[in-house]
């Protein structure tokens, strides 16, 4: 079966931290790009960060640079989204989309997504 499956979110006090995963299942997930979205409650979604296939360049919202960190490992068909310093601003369903390349708006697959809620 082909699919893309996040895990990791919860319930974290603001300043704490979270690891998101994407794994993938039925398709090699280093053959793509892969972006990591979220949408808060009553907001459209928006791109957080996205890992390239081939020279797995990074990129990163500017609210989260230099508080998330997007990275992948080949071997487990996974990327992830490390998240510190986390903001109550940052309450979303956090979803992963594997796609041919960072900032097309065309993606192959979706995950269902993952709860990350920063409250104290």
């Known amino acids: 079966q082909v699919q893309l499956v996040e895990s990791g979110g919860g319930l974290v006090q603001p300043g704490g931290s979270l690891r998101l995963s994407c794994a993938a299942s039925g398709f090699t997930l280093d053959h793509y790009a892969v972006g990591w979205f979220r949408q808060a409650p009553g907001k459209g979604r928006e791109g957080v960060s996205c890992v390239g296939s081939s020279d797995g360049t990074t990129y990163y919202l500017n609210s989260v640079k230099g508080r998330f960190t997007i990275s992948r490992d080949n071997a487990k068909n996974t990327v992830y989204l490390q998240m510190n310093s986390l903001k109550p601003e940052d309450t979303a369903v956090y979803t992963c989309?594997?796609?041919?390349?960072?900032?097309?708006?065309?993606?192959?697959?979706w995950g269902q997504g993952t709860q990350v809620t920063v409250s104290s």
């Open positions: 989309a594997a796609t041919q390349v960072c900032g097309s708006y065309n993606f192959d697959y």
